[in-house]
């Protein structure tokens, strides 16, 4: 008899095997599912812009495929390109950085992952205050490193005190990762609240900042401020942008950091192993965006900010539920804790955000990202990147939902 073959070994790496895969794709995938079979499912959880590329960005792409610009580039990005973000920077950001202090990677989510990975290991911490978009901890925990959550809650608008970073610090905290206007909550510091951070950091020589920008452009009357810019922070900040929210550019893949050159290297030896540089395509319509007039952005801003006063009024009117005005990017993040502990029509409890969303999109059919993804499990994350039509649908399919929960 021949022996069967040893079963072949399904071990992981070890940092790989703590990492969770993305909720959002994965509430994504499900009501695209339910779609598929027929379902008239509004899905606000993508968070990407429903406005198509400006028409300056998508001629930049097909001038230079007329022009052959099709083959390898740089693998930081071009120096054209490089230089326009170096401007960008110092003009709208006060940050002084040269053309050799700018990585550019395929998305701002490589870039903020990069950054992370060249200076964290084993034994440090990144300090993360959460509500936090899904993909922070566990690219901690990709680097071995271990993610420390800072709660802020409803009450505080969804940000980070000096006091609650302080309290977080440690002698092993290696980066701090900051995001504003923030994914989920649309949460927006305050300049005085970026200095006032910036000064619990200084005393702190081996605490960096990585500041994740990429909602800078959409915001509804908050003032933004780039802790890099700040005196004693430039040389332990990352800065992270892109291209995909404002220029409603997810597709293109586009995004950049800038900062200390010691670690912008660290960061291309590791892009050098890991994808090289972005496409060269994409890069010349970057190149258009930066110098592209900025209406378009303009309006499509104006067209988030009705949207997002419409259905924050709905959700304000319904009982027990609480949501900060958001200044920013193009979420809400309410609040639903009061519905925890509740039943279902058919005797299910509803345990946390999870059950809850679950809930909404198998019986009423809109699909929303459960709030412990984001490390909060008293909320749930509605993106109002959609047409409104199907946002008041969608409000009224979560008031029904909810209403009908005893």
Same mark, same amino acid.
């Given at each position: 008899?021949?022996?069967?073959?040893?079963?072949?070994?399904?071990?992981?790496?070890?940092?790989?095997?703590?990492?969770?895969?993305?909720?959002?794709?994965?509430?994504?995938?499900?009501?695209?599912a339910?779609?598929?079979?027929?379902?008239?499912?509004?899905?606000?959880?993508?968070?990407?812009?429903?406005?198509?590329t400006?028409?300056?960005?998508?001629?930049?792409?097909?001038?230079?495929?007329?022009?052959?610009?099709?083959?390898?580039t740089?693998?930081?990005?071009?120096?054209?390109?490089?230089?326009a973000?170096?401007?960008?920077?110092?003009?709208?950001?006060?940050?002084?950085?040269?053309?050799?202090?700018?990585?550019?990677?395929?998305?701002?989510?490589?870039?903020?992952?990069?950054?992370?990975?060249?200076?964290? $290991?084993?034994?440090?911490?990144?300090?993360?205050?959460?509500?936090?978009?899904?993909?922070?901890?566990?690219?901690?925990?990709?680097?071995?490193?271990?993610?420390?959550?800072?709660?802020?809650?409803?009450?505080?608008?969804?940000?980070?005190?000096?006091?609650?970073?302080?309290d977080?610090?440690?002698?092993?905290?290696?980066?701090?990762?900051?995001?504003?206007?923030?994914?989920p909550? $649309?949460?927006? &510091?305050?300049?005085?609240?970026?200095?006032?951070?910036?000064?619990?950091?200084?005393?702190?020589?081996?605490?960096?900042?990585?500041?994740?920008?990429?909602?800078?452009?959409?915001?509804?009357d908050?003032?933004?401020?780039?802790?890099?810019?700040?005196?004693?922070?430039?040389?332990?900040?990352?800065?992270?942008?892109?291209?995909?929210?404002? &220029?409603?550019?997810?597709?293109?893949?586009?995004?950049?950091?800038?900062g200390?050159?010691?670690?912008?290297?660290?960061?291309?030896?590791?892009?050098?192993?890991?994808?090289?540089?972005?496409?060269?395509?994409?890069?010349?319509?970057?190149?258009?965006?930066?110098a592209?007039?900025?209406?378009?952005l303009?309006?499509?801003?104006?067209?988030?900010?009705?949207?997002?006063?419409?259905?924050?009024?709905?959700?304000?009117?319904?009982?027990?539920?609480?949501?900060?005005?958001?200044?920013?990017?193009? &979420?809400?993040?309410?609040?639903?804790?009061?519905?925890?502990?509740?039943?279902?029509?058919?005797?299910?409890?509803?345990?946390?955000?999870?059950?809850?969303?679950?809930?909404?999109?198998?019986?009423h059919?809109?699909?929303?990202?459960?709030?412990?993804?984001?490390?909060?499990?008293?909320?749930?994350?509605?993106?109002?990147?959609?047409?409104?039509?199907?946002?008041?649908?969608?409000?009224?399919?979560?008031?029904?939902?909810?209403?009908?929960?005893?």
């Amino acid at each position: 008899m021949t022996e069967s073959a040893p079963s072949v070994s399904q071990a992981l790496n070890a940092h790989v095997a703590t990492v969770q895969p993305s909720a959002t794709l994965a509430v994504s995938a499900r009501a695209k599912a339910l779609k598929r079979e027929g379902r008239d499912v509004v899905a606000l959880s993508a968070g990407e812009p429903d406005f198509g590329t400006p028409a300056p960005i998508v001629e930049a792409a097909h001038q230079a495929l007329r022009d052959g610009f099709t083959h390898y580039t740089p693998n930081t990005g071009t120096v054209e390109l490089r230089e326009a973000v170096a401007r960008k920077l110092r003009e709208d950001n006060g940050i002084e950085v040269s053309a050799g202090q700018v990585i550019c990677s395929n998305g701002a989510k490589q870039s903020v992952a990069q950054a992370v990975l060249a200076v964290c $290991g084993p034994g440090d911490e990144v300090v993360i205050p959460a509500p936090y978009w899904v993909s922070y901890p566990e690219m901690a925990r990709m680097a071995g490193a271990t993610p420390v959550a800072v709660e802020t809650s409803a009450a505080s608008g969804y940000r980070m005190t000096p006091e609650a970073l302080a309290d977080a610090l440690s002698e092993r905290t290696r980066v701090v990762l900051l995001n504003s206007p923030s994914n989920p909550t $649309g949460a927006v &510091y305050s300049p005085d609240e970026i200095r006032a951070l910036a000064d619990v950091l200084r005393p702190h020589p081996r605490a960096l900042v990585v500041s994740d920008e990429i909602y800078e452009k959409v915001r509804f009357d908050a003032e933004h401020l780039s802790i890099g810019s700040l005196p004693g922070m430039a040389e332990r900040t990352m800065t992270v942008n892109g291209f995909s929210k404002a &220029y409603a550019m997810t597709g293109w893949r586009l995004g950049y950091a800038a900062g200390p050159a010691w670690w912008v290297d660290a960061m291309a030896i590791i892009q050098s192993q890991f994808t090289s540089g972005p496409s060269s395509i994409t890069q010349k319509a970057g190149v258009a965006a930066l110098a592209m007039d900025e209406a378009p952005l303009e309006e499509m801003v104006r067209a988030f900010r009705e949207r997002r006063d419409a259905f924050l009024a709905r959700l304000e009117a319904i009982p027990g539920v609480v949501c900060p005005k958001p200044e920013g990017a193009f &979420y809400l993040f309410p609040d639903v804790s009061a519905y925890v502990g509740r039943r279902t029509s058919g005797g299910s409890e509803i345990a946390g955000s999870a059950d809850l969303a679950l809930y909404l999109l198998d019986e009423h059919d809109v699909a929303l990202v459960p709030g412990v993804a984001f490390g909060d499990d008293r909320g749930l994350r509605i993106s109002y990147a959609s047409a409104l039509e199907d946002l008041m649908r969608a409000a009224d399919r979560i008031e029904a939902g909810l209403a009908a929960l005893v």
